[in-house]
C-alpha cells in the first residue's frame, strides 16, 4: 500500500516541522518563568523637637495630625486620618502595600512608616503617602516684645531601602522633613526644609539610613498670634514590575504559533 500526499499535505507538514524546530531553537533564549520584585521600605521619625525663643516663651496649645494611605494596581485603596491631642497612630494596607504614621506632642516625636512590596509572579503596582504633624495653633511668643529671634533644633531619623530584581520595573521614596510658621493661610516662614528622595529602575537596589541633627533661626514678632507652628515628616513611595520584555516575546511568540497551527489546519 502506498501512502500518497497531497501538495497541501506536504506544505502543511513542512510547515509544522519549521515551527517545531523555531520552538526548539529559541526557548532556551528565554526564560520560562515570569517574576518580579520591587520593594520600597521607608521610614522618617522625629526624635526631638525644641523651640526657643531668645526672650519671654511659647504659649502651647498642640494637636497632632496623622494620615497613612495604601493602594495598588488592584484597585484596592485605604486611607485613615486622625486629629486630636496626645499620642495618635493610624495605619492603612491592601494588597502589596502598608503603611502608618503617629505622633505624640507629649514627648515632640512623630514617625512615618511604609512598606510597598510587589513580590514575583504577580504583575502590579502600589503606593502611598503618609505623614505625621505636630502643630501648635494659635503660635504666639509671650513675655517678650518686638521681634525676637526664635531657634528651631531638631534631629530626625531616616531609613530607605529600595530593590528591584531583573523584572522589577522600578521603585521610589521621597522623604520629607519641614518646620513652618504660617502667619496666615498663604503666607508663610520655612524654617526648615530637608528632602531625601531616590528612584531606582530594573535590577537595581538603594539603601541609605541616618539622622539629621537641624537647626535654624528666625525672628518673629512678639505677642502677634500666628496662625500656626507645624513640624512634620511626609514619605511618598511607590514600586511597579512587570515580566521583562523576552518574557512577552516568548508569550507573543506562543500565541502567533498557535494562530498559524490553526489556520494550516483550516
Keep these: 500500500m502506498t501512502l500518497r500526499l497531497s501538495p497541501l499535505q506536504l506544505q502543511d507538514s513542512g510547515v509544522r516541522w519549521l515551527l517545531s524546530a ?69 495605619s492603612s494596607q491592601a ?6 504614621s503617629s505622633a505624640d506632642w ?22 502611598g503617602e503618609n505623614y505625621a504633624f505636630l502643630i501648635i495653633q494659635p503660635f504666639t511668643i509671650v513675655g517678650a516684645t518686638g521681634p525676637v529671634l526664635v531657634t528651631f533644633n531638631a534631629s530626625v531619623g531616616y531609613s530607605q531601602f529600595l530593590m528591584t530584581d531583573h523584572s522589577g520595573n522600578a521603585a521610589s521614596s521621597l522623604l520629607r522633613f519641614i518646620v513652618n510658621v504660617n502667619e496666615t493661610r498663604s503666607d508663610q516662614i520655612r524654617v526648615i526644609d530637608q528632602m531625601l528622595g531616590y528612584e531606582i529602575g530594573r535590577s537595581s537596589s538603594y539603601a541609605a539610613s541616618g539622622q539629621w541633627d537641624l537647626s535654624n533661626s528666625v525672628m518673629l514678632d512678639a505677642g502677634v498670634p500666628y496662625l500656626d507652628f507645624e513640624a512634620y515628616v511626609r514619605i511618598m513611595s511607590s514600586v511597579s514590575n512587570a515580566p521583562e520584555p523576552s518574557t512577552f516575546v516568548l508569550m507573543v511568540g506562543g500565541l502567533g504559533l498557535i494562530v498559524a497551527s490553526r489556520m494550516f489546519r483550516a
Design 95 to 100: 494588597t502589596w502595600a502598608y503603611s502608618t
Design 22 to 90: 523555531l520552538i526548539l531553537l529559541t526557548l532556551p533564549l528565554f526564560p520560562t518563568s515570569v517574576t518580579a520584585t520591587a520593594i520600597a521600605q521607608t521610614s522618617l521619625q522625629i526624635y526631638s523637637l525644641t523651640i526657643t525663643p531668645s526672650s519671654g516663651f511659647v504659649v502651647f496649645s498642640p494637636y497632632v495630625d496623622v494620615y497613612a494611605s495604601a493602594g495598588n494596581s488592584l484597585g484596592e485603596s485605604e486611607s485613615h486620618e486622625m486629629f486630636g491631642v496626645g499620642n495618635l497612630t493610624v
Design 106 to 127: 507629649n514627648t515632640q516625636t512623630a514617625s512615618a512608616y511604609s512598606n510597598f512590596n510587589v513580590p514575583g509572579t504577580v504583575v502590579g503596582d502600589a503606593g
